[in-house]
């Protein structure tokens, strides 16, 4: 033991592995805790055979992976090669979610594609959807709130794939539309588009399917736009009885439902 002097607290040396990643064990007991690992398995295709990972193996690594703050597939070979993590995980972490072991990048790469194949209709992709919409209503069904803020909002991706377009902001790349609630932060709903695909394209076809998503008793009162202005079907909208709000929550004029000052407007 070091004896400390100035400060009120005392060092110690250990020969214990210690990693900056212990609070991911807390993480991953409230994931499995909203039961993503038995939508996952449930609704996403089964493995190929005996021998493969589950789906949800391959779900729980990933929203491991970015929670830790990884923004690459490679961080899991990052996280799968630190000996002082792969302790952690595979004593506390990955138990919690009954794992032995993390799927290798390359292994995390070929499923995601497989879930994307365009021949199988992208099963894997309209399953991940499922679970989502599952796990959001979950939470919705308890968070004591009718009424919601829709905030929809365009995001740039850059990408080198030679399929990629130009965006109106002369990046080559993507252009996902995204549909965020303002007063519980869940992405309702997300929506992959090509770099060139306006961002206020089929906008009120958006707003609907996320007004689906809603659990029953539940309503989409305002809407907030930043990238992907409503033109072209805002006044469908506004005709529905709900406020359409600017980029800084002010009400566009026209609106005839829901109060302009209202703070669940103010989605900056």
């Known amino acids: 033991m070091i004896r400390q002097s100035v400060l009120d607290f005392k060092i110690e040396r250990t020969k214990e592995q210690l990693t900056a990643h212990g609070g991911l064990a807390l993480l991953a007991e409230y994931n499995h805790g909203m039961g993503l690992r038995q939508l996952s398995d449930q ?3 089964a493995p190929g055979s005996h021998r493969g990972y589950a789906p949800s193996a391959f779900v729980e690594s990933l929203i491991l992976m970015l929670q830790a703050g990884g923004q690459s597939l490679e961080d899991l070979r990052e996280l799968e090669q630190e000996a002082a993590l792969t302790f952690v995980s595979l004593s506390r ?7 032995d072991l993390l799927p290798d990048p390359d292994t995390v790469r070929d499923w995601l ?8 209709d992208q099963a894997g992709l309209q399953g991940l ?3 989502r919409d599952l796990l959001n209503q979950r939470l919705l069904r308890h968070d004591g709130i009718t009424e919601y803020t829709l905030d929809a909002d365009a995001m740039q991706i850059e990408g080198e794939k030679r399929e990629a377009t130009w ?7 993507y252009m996902p539309l995204l549909g965020f609630l303002f007063e ?4 309702l709903l997300e929506e992959f588009r090509e770099g060139h695909v306006s961002p206020s394209s089929d906008a009120l076809r958006f707003y609907r399917h996320c007004q689906q998503r809603l659990p029953k008793g539940k309503r989409m009162g305002f809407l907030s736009f930043r990238q992907c202005g409503l033109s072209g079907g805002s006044d469908q909208c506004l005709r529905g009885g709900w406020s359409l709000l600017g980029d ?3 009400p566009r004029s026209g609106g005839e439902g829901g109060d302009p000052a209202h703070p669940r407007g103010r989605v900056a």
């Open 43 to 45: 609704h996403l295709p």
């Open 93 to 99: 972490t990955m138990k919690l979610v009954g794992r």
């Open 113 to 120: 594609r497989r879930m994307g194949d365009p021949q199988t």
């Open 129 to 131: 959807g499922q679970v």
């Open 167 to 173: 965006t109106y902001q002369g990046v080559k790349g």
């Open 184 to 187: 519980t932060p869940v992405c």
């Open 248 to 250: 800084h929550g002010r």
